[in-house]
């Protein structure tokens, strides 16, 4: 009987220790919650802008997005810019609440009411356990990961930008973002990324309003990729762009918005990138349509379902076809494959 007792025993501790560890990530797009905005949230509750997309975002374990603007009420803005950004203190309430667990600050309006700004930024997102990458108070630490643990896993994310102006910058001792740089971030992810660690890459960049992307561009995510990152998240364009599958490892060259602060009729559905981890590995890639109109949704983005899904889903494929990228449709998302 006894040893039929530790047969049992050492079939469970084996099952225990090979149990497989399954985790999801959702990438989120640009995040610009002032402007228009302010006047909805200072009327409907800071939660507003969030409401229709909470239930999407709570499904996920680990959320990453972009946000495109200080949170500060103090500083000076910048002169010589056309459009300068910033996010109230109470727009910003509700990101703690939503889910957010890490973002880039790595862009072109990060520093728009200049150091006072990045510095109020760093203190809202640290008091509010939010993790951040991509700017700092010198060249190192706007090039330091944002490291999330994850069971026996961590997972990094490094984020840089190539959007003017240029003394946005940080270089040397001088405060600012990382600045998109192959040498440099090639280095940074083989520093950082090890066999038991997962590392994305976060890049500002592309042509604003447009759903093109520039050859360096594609050039740039597989050196990346080759160098060990696991996923690129491209910003900033404002509208989606192709997705495609390389080695593995997915490159969403640009997710568009997630939440806009401001009308624009060049706006169209965004897309949010989602990975499941398997042991280690991206055992897949989903793609999901959100809503981007803001003259429709009054600043709530939604998921897009039915006929809209389905319509939008295939435009997006479409820009993904160069990459012979295949979506499979699966309800309102989906499901995408390298097909070559």
């Not at 990458?133 to 944002?146: I, S, V």
Request: aromatic share 12%; net charge neutral.
């Amino acid at each position: 009987m006894k040893k039929y007792i530790i047969i049992l025993i050492s079939f469970f501790l084996f099952c225990s220790e090979t149990k497989s560890e399954e985790f999801t990530i959702l990438f989120m797009g640009d995040f610009l919650t002032g402007i228009n905005i302010e006047h909805f949230t200072r009327n409907e509750g800071a939660d507003y802008p969030y409401r229709r997309i909470k239930p999407l975002i709570d499904k996920y374990d680990l959320v990453f997005a972009n946000l495109e603007s200080s949170i500060t009420e103090r500083g000076k803005p910048v002169t010589n810019k056309a459009w300068v950004f910033r996010t109230s203190y109470f727009c910003a309430s509700f990101l703690p609440s939503l889910g957010l667990d890490v973002v880039s600050l790595s862009n072109n309006h990060i520093l728009d009411y200049g150091k006072d700004g990045l510095i109020d930024t760093i203190k809202f997102l640290e008091k509010n356990n939010i993790a951040y990458c991509g700017a700092g108070m010198n060249e190192d630490e706007a090039r330091q990961p944002a490291v999330i643990s994850s069971g026996n896993r961590k997972i990094l994310f490094l984020a840089y930008n190539d959007l003017p102006p240029s003394y946005y910058y940080a270089k040397g001792s001088k405060y600012g973002s990382a600045q998109i740089n192959d040498e440099k971030i090639i280095s940074d992810i083989r520093k950082h990324k090890t066999k038991d660690n997962l590392v994305f890459v976060s890049l500002h960049w592309g042509v604003e309003h447009s759903t093109q992307i520039k050859p360096e561009q594609i050039k740039q995510a597989h050196k990346y990729i080759d160098a060990g990152a696991d996923g690129i998240i491209g910003h900033h364009p404002h509208v989606p762009q192709g997705v495609e599958i390389y080695k593995g490892k997915p490159v969403f060259y640009s997710l568009g918005n997630a939440v806009n602060g401001y009308y624009n009729q060049k706006y169209m559905p965004n897309i949010f990138g989602a990975v499941k981890i398997k042991d280690g590995n991206i055992a897949e890639v989903r793609v999901i349509p959100i809503e981007g109109d803001n003259y429709k949704m009054r600043f709530q983005p939604f998921p897009l379902t039915g006929e809209e899904s389905a319509a939008f889903l295939k435009k997006v494929e479409n820009l993904s076809s160069r990459f012979k990228t295949k979506f499979i449709i699966e309800g309102d998302e989906a499901v995408v494959f390298d097909v070559r």
